[in-house]
């Protein structure tokens, strides 16, 4: 099991950029499927973005395409997300998820991970 832990969320008004981070508790983040969630209030969690392991493909949802991007930093165990262009339909509680081997179909099933970080607020403002 591996802790983590997310920020840099907060509060920005419409068109502005955040980047959050994730630094994960393992040594090594390289052979992890690494990925990004969200949850708005009354809604369920929907999948954002995923690194499915180190070097391999990323995936994003449809309507963040564009404008977010994924990332990792191995030697500092840690993915970002990257997000440009807010729109106030992206204001959710962002969760970082971790599973220790390489997803393929089920990169975007929030039950695929096993270890969830706390979440952290991004609320846009129009």
């Known amino acids: 099991q591996v802790q983590l832990v997310e920020s840099g969320g907060g509060l920005v008004q419409a068109g502005d950029s955040l980047r959050l981070s994730c630094t994960a508790s393992?040594?090594?983040?390289?052979?992890?499927?690494m990925a990004w969630f969200r949850q708005a209030p009354g809604k369920e969690r929907e999948f954002v973005a995923a690194?499915?392991?180190?070097?391999?493909?990323?995936y994003y949802t449809d309507s963040v395409k564009g404008r977010f991007a994924i990332s990792r930093d191995n030697a500092k165990s840690t993915v970002y997300l990257q997000m440009n262009n807010l729109k106030p339909e992206d204001t959710a509680v962002y969760y970082c998820?971790?599973?220790?081997?390489?997803?393929?179909?089920?990169?975007?099933?929030?039950?695929?991970?096993?270890?969830w970080g706390q979440g952290t607020q991004v609320t846009v403002s129009s």
């Open positions: 393992s040594r090594t983040i390289t052979t992890y499927a």
């Open positions: 690194s499915t392991q180190s070097g391999g493909p990323q």
């Open positions: 998820a971790a599973e220790p081997r390489r997803l393929y179909s089920t990169y975007y099933y929030h039950t695929a991970y096993s270890d």
